[in-house]
């Protein structure tokens, strides 16, 4: 069974930067799709980013520019590089491996004053 843990979280003012980490159990060397989602408090579960083995990466147009999804293959770990934060950047990041089937990690907390 895939496992997934978020971890980087936490609290930072407007403007600034912070990265967020995704472990995974299982080698993602051969993982086609891996992804991350938020959920902003109160509104549902939305697509962040997604990063591919081609590789390619798309991004949601929210924070398309400002951020960045990486992989290190050795470390079975993919990355999140979050710049020019904003209040509405606000939420819980969850970590997703797979398609189908897909593999959810329990999220970590994102809180950006202003």
């Known amino acids: 069974q895939v496992q997934l843990v978020e971890s980087g979280g936490g609290l930072v003012q407007s403007g600034g930067s912070l990265t967020l980490s995704c472990a995974t159990s299982?080698?993602?060397?051969?993982?086609?799709?891996m992804a991350w989602f938020r959920q902003p408090p109160g509104k549902e579960r939305e697509f962040v980013g997604s990063s591919t083995n081609n590789p390619s990466v798309y991004y949601a147009e929210s924070v398309r520019g400002r951020f960045t999804i990486s992989r290190d293959n050795a470390k079975n770990t993919m990355y999140l590089q979050m710049n020019s934060l904003k209040p509405e950047d606000t939420a819980v990041y969850y970590c997703r491996q797979g398609v189908s089937p897909a593999y959810w990690g329990q999220g970590t907390q994102v809180t950006v004053s202003s």
């Open positions: 299982e080698s993602i060397a051969g993982v086609y799709y």
